[in-house]
T-cell receptor
Framework: DVKVTQSSRYLVKRTGEKVFLECVQD?????MFWYRQDPGLGLRLIYF???????EKGDIPEGYSVSREKKERFSLILESASTNQTSMYLC?????????????FGPGTRLTVT | GQSLEQPSEVTAVEGAIVQINCTYQ??????LSWYQQHDGGAPTFLSY????GLEETGRFSSFLSRSDSYGYLLLQELQMKDSASYFC???????????FGAGTRLAVHP
């Protein structure tokens, strides 16, 4: 079974802090993704990566950056957290470029910015 | 723009059949995925339709009609544990990423 883990289930940060969310997958998947999930809006893609050190912007990249130094690890960085970044953050992975339709998700990190 | 539309809520009784619809408007359409998410849980992959027609996996089936830009998820013999949110999603951008619908919350009652 694919396992995707995220560093924290719950996180509370102050406005202006730099926030790191870590994601690790154990199945040698090529693609990794970061989403945020808000009520009534579904899952919105922030960034994704199809290879080590490669990244592409998703639909809502503003205020975020990412890092993928190793194949199994994909980090989401909030450079200066703001209250409108309070959300559920979900990491996912997929086997390869042509298999993005089948993604495996981590348990999520509920981030509150005060 | 690119979007997937699905009803926000559906209610059904245990043992019944329910259909969750999804209409899409995307460029470069490749197929339609379905995901299930229980409250507090992670989305889990259910199915993917690359071709028109019905795909059956146990109690769940998924259908796609490209000519109508429409698909649906059919859940049979509903059980209480099927109460969850269901998302349709479509691959975009050369098959590299997914766009999701806003989700349909299914409530199964005894």
């Amino acid at each position: 079974d694919v396992k995707v883990t995220q560093s924290s289930r719950y996180l509370v940060k102050r406005t202006g802090e730099k926030v790191f969310l870590e994601c690790v997958q154990d199945m040698d998947h090529e693609n990794m993704f970061w989403y945020r999930q808000d009520p009534g809006l579904g899952l919105r893609l922030i960034y994704f990566s199809y290879d080590v050190k490669m990244k592409e912007k998703g639909d809502i990249p503003e205020g975020y950056s990412v890092s993928r130094e190793k194949k199994e690890r994909f980090s989401l960085i909030l450079e200066s957290a703001s209250t409108n970044q309070t959300s559920m953050y979900l990491c996912a992975s997929s086997l390869a470029m042509a298999r993005a339709y089948e993604q495996y998700f981590g348990p999520g990190t509920r981030l509150t910015v005060t | 723009g690119q979007s997937l539309e699905q009803p926000s809520e559906v209610t059904a009784v245990e043992g019944a059949i329910v259909q969750i619809n999804c209409t899409y408007q995307t460029s470069g359409f490749y197929g339609l995925s379905w995901y299930q998410q229980h409250d507090g849980g992670a989305p889990t992959f259910l199915s993917y339709n690359a071709l028109d027609g019905l795909e059956e996996t146990g109690r769940f089936s998924s259908f796609l009609s490209r000519s109508d830009s429409y698909g649906y998820l059919l859940l049979q013999e509903l059980q209480m544990k099927d109460s969850a949110s269901y998302f349709c999603a479509a691959p975009l951008g050369g098959y590299n990423k997914l766009i999701f619908g806003a989700g349909t919350r299914l409530a199964v009652h005894p």
